[in-house]
């Protein structure tokens, strides 16, 4: 454990302290823009505020950010995993299993920390209120401007979401699937990096995500083979009719699966590394 936990704190002070990271301050402002400042005008117009909750979850379930914050994430992770320099000496002293289960924990600490920014964020710049109800601004806005209804603010947090899912267990549901969707695509990375070198995996899980997001985009059934449909909670569900399109616990063992799979994968590549053999 002290091996694995020390590959994983050594990923994530690099990581974390590598000039790059602005980005994701880049996205901060990027989001706060297009999704919370319109959420806020819309509150406002209605005579109401928001709670401090819906902007992250309109973050987690909108067809653009959902597309554009795993592409910053991405970009936050396309130098790893190191293979150059000294890193071939480090992984053959930690042994190939320790140093695989150290980068796996840094990338959960990595995803906790990007998405704990963009939660903390959203929640800092809603100017809004804590609760465990959708706001009435959400819930009647388009009721009471109607020829608002097709702009690109009320497709932010759609009637598919408020209509169906209490907010609080929208809120949850958003953050592990998004987290599940963001370690896909990282041990895509990891894997294809490991067997063919490092721009095939980082082009591997961007054809991943873009084959997602097109299919999602053109409302083809063949989406929910791809992880981007499984990430956005309210395509799940119609308008109205309480009856699931696709049921969200079928998302979740999707998750379960591919990234059991990932892993498994992560470990039978590492096994052409044949010049390490301390393991």
């Known amino acids: 454990m002290r091996k694995i936990w020390g590959v994983a704190r050594t990923e994530y002070v690099g990581w974390i302290t590598n000039p790059r990271i602005i980005i994701l301050g ?25 709670i401090v909750f819906e902007p992250y979850i309109a973050v987690g379930n909108s067809g653009a950010l959902t597309l554009f914050m795993p592409i910053v994430f991405l970009v936050l992770l396309s130098d790893y995993p190191k293979f150059g320099g000294n890193s071939m000496f480090y992984i053959s002293r930690t042994g190939k299993r320790d140093w695989l289960c150290g980068q796996i924990l840094f990338l959960i600490m990595a995803i906790v920390t990007f998405m704990g920014a963009v ?42 979401l408020y209509n169906q899912i209490p907010m609080m267990k929208a809120l949850w549901q958003t953050s592990v699937l998004l987290a599940e969707y963001l370690l896909t695509l990282a041990l895509i990375i990891y894997v294809l990096k490991i067997l063919f070198g490092s721009s095939v995996g980082l082009a591997g899980a961007i054809f991943a995500m873009a084959l997602g997001t097109a299919t999602t985009s053109l409302y083809s059934p063949i989406k929910w083979a791809f992880p981007t449909a499984n990430t956005i909670i309210w395509l799940h569900y119609t308008e109205i009719l309480s009856e699931p399109i696709y049921p969200i616990w079928a998302s979740f063992l999707y998750f379960g699966v ?19 053999e301390n393991s």
Request: charged share 20%; aromatic share 12%.
């Open 26 to 50: 880049v996205l901060l402002i990027f989001i706060k823009t297009l999704a919370i400042d319109p959420l806020a005008a819309r509150a406002e117009k209605f005579g109401d505020t928001m």
């Open 119 to 160: 939660f903390a964020s959203s929640m800092l710049f809603s100017g809004g209120h804590f609760g465990t109800e959708w706001s009435e601004a959400v819930r009647k806005y388009n009721a009471r401007f109607p020829n608002e209804a097709g702009n690109f603010d009320s497709h932010l947090l759609p009637s598919n």
């Open 258 to 276: 591919l990234l059991a799979v990932l892993v498994a994968g992560n470990f039978i590549a590492l096994k052409k590394l044949k010049f390490m």
